[in-house]
DNA sequence: GCCAACGTTGGC
DNA sequence: GCCAACGTTGGC
């Protein structure tokens, strides 16, 4: 079974979020919005260490009625500091990240893109060919993760096939 | 709201 | 370095 670090390197990624907090529409309404708040080290690695402009994404949407893949985006700008970490006011403030030494990075997302229908993680989780998909597995939480090609061209077949 | 699976923290 | 306690994620 593949680790997330054996998809590496990839131009393709899978990205979290919660459509309460931040959705594929919000994306598309505001055009280009730096990923901040991930506070997870291995999901700031793969931003920091691997994520570079044109890098296809998928977007999806965790936390919510039907939770899976609702469009895609690509990578903008590569990472920069994230300076929510730096503001006292910030959900994601964190005293040890400090403008001298950054202990959270994070990259623009812009190009957001909405898929007529959602690829319900149900619908993941049923597919042959994404049965190694970090998503489907048990215990998986990454909210930044690496997607094979392969994974990547299947989501994209499914968003578009007919029920 | 529940809870399993993880990640982080901190005492020792 | 171990590990218990605690916090978070995220499906259901």
Redesign the pocket.
């Known amino acids: 079974m593949k680790s997330a670090q054996d998809y590496l390197p990839t131009c393709h990624w899978l990205m979290?979020s919660e459509p309460d907090v931040f959705s594929i529409d919000d994306l598309i309404r505001v055009g280009v919005e730096p990923w901040n708040g991930v506070?997870?080290?291995q999901a700031r690695n793969f931003m920091r260490d691997h994520m570079k402009v044109g890098h296809e994404v998928l977007f999806y949407h965790?936390?919510?009625e039907v939770?899976g893949i609702v469009g895609t985006a690509r990578v903008v700008r590569e990472a920069e500091p994230d300076d929510t970490a730096w503001d006292p006011a910030s959900p994601y403030f964190d005293a040890k990240s400090s403008r001298d030494l950054p202990r959270w990075w994070c990259v623009r997302l812009g190009h957001g893109n909405r898929f007529s229908q959602t690829v319900a993680?149900?619908t993941l989780r049923a597919d042959e060919r994404l049965s190694e998909m970090l998503v489907v597995r048990?215990?998986?939480?990454?909210?930044v993760q690496p997607v094979s090609e392969a994974e990547f061209a299947r989501v994209l077949e499914l968003a578009s096939a007919p029920y």
């Open positions: 979290k506070r997870n080290y965790s936390n919510t939770p993680l149900a048990p215990g998986q939480r990454l909210s």
